[in-house]
């Protein structure tokens, strides 16, 4: 998926490519350009709503507005827009502009209700300077195609207005971009954020489009913890989905610490350290995972029974009777089925498409060297795999959620602290201190998840490989761990809310605080 700062270079590169060459169509062109200055300003109104615009932003949307009202005596001048072919660099840079609307508008609801993690950082100052200072990036790229434009038309009422708009967008371009220093970066490595709803592996997949296909798994993860976290799914987790997300999750740090270990194999021993110490951190996080399966062992959640303790065969009187209860069959949790998904695609790469967890004996691991060229190297795997501790936290975040959310239909048979006399029963309601047995392992999650994801940084830095993903992760985590949710963060202090950028740490250091 392409992100922010993609999308906008993409544009750039294709106003420069308009102006370099300009199309034989002027009329066609003047279009397009006017199309591209009237989307052009979208970005700069999709801050939160309880978030004004800086002087800066609006200095540059009126200059904007400006340039594309001087075009339209242009356009009134030049014949219509011919028939043939005409060149499609203006038409990819303004979909490329609709396409950093959607990105952002991806992360909120029609209402502005909040659909992720990251939607908090977008409504503070400095991402908003962040789309300021790229937008005056193309409002510049735009002034040479108007200069390209009106270069060698023989009307000079024509080339006076294309004069007039590129003066006032070279103008909205300086402004923007000397007003801007304090613009988060961070932010541009935001992605189209997606729906919470599995897409399954296939043994026809390709291994090298496993990085990718992870990153959009955690995407989902992602949102599903945020859902979950702030009571916005409507599928809510049952004690069976939360036992089983544990379980494939764990799973997932083991087979990325092996597919550490088959990397390190292609490495001299001492740039191989840092790689197996990678290992050893998401083996130490896989543990972690599995003790918060292991506690549902004797939990059943009578709302959705697909984990529960072996039960004995009915005698024949219950079967004669007619009371025999056949167990409820119920749809698992998406997030249950996306974590499995991404089990699947890591032992994609470490065994071969046709991988899967069910398989009875384990193949022979592909080699380090196929592993690496699928991942395009060490750095690019520590940074594709660094996804997976970096949403993990998130769903340990939201998984005491979850367990709350649960707790009126959780019975076991397990009996602590019950009342004499109390009539015998098999399964009983848990008791509040079985409870909190049931999320206190999740407490262990999160340093386990920082420290996987640390080291994984910490290789992919070695490699040489940024990881901008890492700041706008490092933001959105630390905005769930203080509780600036939406509800608490719009009545927070605006100046608590004028930027990440102060906030943020290396890249090398740990994710989550």
């Given at each position: 998926?392409?992100?922010?700062?993609?999308?906008?270079?993409?544009?750039?590169?294709?106003?420069?490519?308009?102006?370099?060459?300009?199309?034989?169509?002027?009329?066609?062109?003047?279009?397009?350009?006017?199309?591209?200055?009237?989307?052009?300003?979208?970005?700069?109104?999709?801050?939160?709503?309880?978030?004004?615009?800086?002087?800066?932003?609006?200095?540059?949307?009126?200059?904007?507005?400006?340039?594309?009202?001087?075009?339209?005596?242009?356009l009134?001048?030049?014949?219509?827009?011919?028939?043939?072919?005409?060149?499609?660099?203006?038409?990819?840079?303004?979909?490329?502009?609709?396409?950093?609307?959607?990105?952002?508008?991806?992360?909120?609801?029609?209402?502005?209700?909040?659909?992720?993690?990251?939607?908090?950082?977008?409504?503070?100052?400095?991402?908003?300077?962040?789309?300021?200072?790229r937008c005056s990036e193309l409002a510049w790229g735009a002034a040479q195609v108007a200069f390209a434009l009106g270069g060698d038309t023989l009307d000079?009422?024509?080339?006076?207005?294309?004069?007039?708009?590129r003066s006032f967008l070279a103008k909205a371009s300086v402004l923007g971009r000397d007003g801007t220093r304090d613009a988060d970066a961070a932010i541009g490595a935001l992605p189209l954020t997606l729906p919470v709803s599995p897409v399954q592996a296939h043994p026809t997949d390709r291994t090298r489009d496993v990085p990718?296909?992870?990153?959009?798994?955690?995407?989902?993860?992602?949102?599903?913890?945020?859902?979950?976290?702030?009571?916005?799914?409507?599928h809510r987790m049952s004690g069976s989905d939360l036992q089983q997300l544990a379980r494939w999750t764990a799973m997932q740090?083991?087979?990325?610490?092996?597919?550490?270990?088959?990397a390190a194999d292609e490495l001299p021993d001492e740039?191989?350290?840092?790689?197996?110490?990678?290992?050893?951190?998401?083996?130490?996080?896989?543990?972690?995972?599995?003790?918060?399966?292991?506690?549902?062992?004797?939990?059943?959640?009578?709302?959705?029974?697909?984990?529960?303790?072996?039960?004995?065969?009915?005698?024949?009187?219950?079967?004669?009777?007619?009371?025999?209860?056949?167990?409820?069959?119920?749809?698992p949790h998406p997030a249950t089925v996306i974590a499995h998904t991404a089990a699947v695609r890591l032992g994609q790469l470490l065994y071969g498409a046709e991988w899967r967890p069910e398989t009875a004996t384990r193949p022979d691991p592909r080699g380090g060297a196929e592993i690496l060229a699928d991942a395009r190297g060490t750095g690019a795997l520590a940074s594709a795999l660094y996804r997976l501790p970096a949403t993990g936290w998130q769903l340990a975040l939201a998984a005491p959620q979850a367990v709350n959310l649960a707790r009126g239909g959780l019975v076991t048979d397990v009996f602590e602290n019950q009342a004499p006399g109390h009539k015998n029963h098999r399964f009983r309601?848990?008791?509040?201190?079985?409870?909190?047995?049931?999320?206190?392992?999740?407490?262990?999650?999160l340093p386990a998840e920082q420290a996987s994801a640390g080291s994984l940084l910490e290789v992919a830095g070695q490699?040489?490989?940024?990881?901008?993903?890492?700041?706008?992760?490092?933001?959105?985590?630390?905005?769930?761990?203080?509780?600036?949710?939406?509800?608490?963060?719009?009545?927070?202090?605006?100046?608590?809310?004028?930027?990440?950028?102060?906030?943020?740490?290396?890249?090398?250091q740990r994710v989550c605080s």
């Open positions: 998926m392409a992100t922010l700062d993609e999308l906008f270079d993409t544009a750039g590169d294709r106003l420069r490519r308009a102006a370099a060459a300009p199309s034989s169509d002027r009329p066609a062109s003047a279009h397009h350009l006017d199309q591209f200055l009237s989307a052009l300003t979208e970005p700069l109104s999709l801050g939160d709503e309880d978030t004004s615009q800086s002087p800066v932003t609006e200095d540059l949307a009126y200059h904007l507005r400006r340039a594309s009202d001087t075009m339209q005596p242009a009134r001048l030049l014949p219509p827009p011919g028939a043939g072919p005409a060149e499609n660099h203006l038409s990819d840079a303004l979909a490329a502009v609709h396409a950093v609307r959607d990105v952002i508008e991806s992360h909120r609801g029609p209402d502005h209700v909040p659909l992720s993690a990251y939607a908090h950082a977008l409504a503070t100052g400095p991402a908003h300077h962040y789309l300021t200072r000079p009422s024509v080339a006076a207005a294309f004069s007039d708009v990718a296909n992870l990153a959009e798994d955690c995407d989902r993860l992602s949102r599903a913890a945020f859902e979950t976290l702030h009571h916005r799914s409507e740090r083991l087979l990325a610490g092996r597919l550490m270990l088959r740039a191989a350290v840092a790689l197996r110490d990678s290992a050893g951190a998401l083996r130490a996080s896989a543990q972690a995972w599995q003790k918060s399966a292991t506690a549902w062992h004797r939990i059943v959640d009578i709302a959705d029974p697909r984990s529960h303790p072996k039960l004995p065969a009915p005698s024949y009187e219950i079967v004669r009777r007619g009371e025999v209860v056949r167990l409820p069959q119920v749809i309601p848990v008791n509040p201190h079985q409870l909190e047995a049931l999320s206190l392992p999740f407490k262990a999650v490699a040489g490989v940024p990881v901008p993903r890492a700041l706008l992760d490092a933001a959105a985590h630390r905005s769930l761990a203080t509780g600036m949710g939406w509800g608490q963060g719009r009545r927070a202090d605006t100046a608590g809310r004028s930027g990440l950028l102060a906030q943020q740490p290396q890249v090398r």
